[in-house]
Nanobody
Framework: QVQLVESGGGLVQAGGSLRLSCTAS????????MAWFRQGPGTEREFVAA????????YYTESVKGRFTIYRDNAENTLYLQMNSLKPEDTAVYYC????????????????????WGQGTQVTVSS
């Protein structure tokens, strides 16, 4: 079984940057599609970005395109989310998720498609 642990969250001013990490243990993640989701205050959890297990293909929600980058290091069993030009509306608990996949180049966008989740890391962006 894969366990996921997020880190890298914190408090940052608007316009600043953070890099989130999601480290997996228990199994190698090289054949797991992965994603980041977030849940802001009083809102439902929403999709942020997803990446295929090869790392070749990725997809972003519109509000973060051009500001966030999802990437992975399968040798280090770690998923990353580089967040630049942060805005107060990016304030949320960020979760990483994983799904075993037979398709090297496929990513998945729906929360219900991911059976494995981390505990989340808080990101707060002040104005």
């Amino acid at each position: 079984q894969v366990q996921l642990v997020e880190s890298g969250g914190g408090l940052v001013q608007a316009g600043g940057s953070l890099r989130l990490s999601c480290t997996a243990s228990g199994r190698v993640i090289s054949q797991f599609a992965m994603a980041w989701f977030r849940q802001g205050p009083g809102t439902e959890r929403e999709f942020v970005a997803a990446i295929s297990w090869s790392g070749t293909f990725s997809y972003y929600t519109e509000s973060v395109k051009g500001r966030f980058t999802i990437y992975r290091d399968n040798a280090e069993n770690t998923l990353y989310l580089q967040m630049n030009s942060l805005k107060p509306e990016d304030t949320a608990v960020y979760y990483c998720a994983a799904k075993s996949s037979s398709f090297r180049e496929r990513y998945y966008l729906r929360e219900t498609e991911y059976p494995i989740w981390g505990q989340g890391t808080q990101v707060t962006v002040s104005s």
